[in-house]
């Protein structure tokens, strides 16, 4: 059973990212949280194969989550999904080491090929 945590602010997208990913998975267990204070916290409890990580989020954002996690366990997989298209905070986050950096909105096609990458990751 794959274990997926999804950190973002908004239960809307929490939802969307979640189902879209059951739609091509079917061995997942989804966990959320809503800023990366408790996505830190939740990391740490359930040791996820996967996190999806929003950058734009209170208390603790993204970048600063995925710094927390990557300190704690640098063989984490992130994925980054937000709405900041900028050439320079993609740069910035594939420089630690994340899987992947997705543009929002999130859609079945961006899910499948996230899943897709998933499988052939845990057959490797």
Known sequence: MLKILIVDDSNFS????????KSFLDNAEFFFASDGREGFSKYKEIKPDYVFVDLLMPNVNGKELIKLIKEYDA??????????????????????NIMYFINKPFNQEKAKFICDKMRNDKNE
């Open 14 to 21: 929490q939802k969307i990212i979640s189902n879209l990913l």
């Open 75 to 96: 063989s984490c997989k992130i994925i980054v999904i937000s709405a900041d298209v900028q050439k320079n905070v993609r740069e910035d986050m594939e420089s630690y």
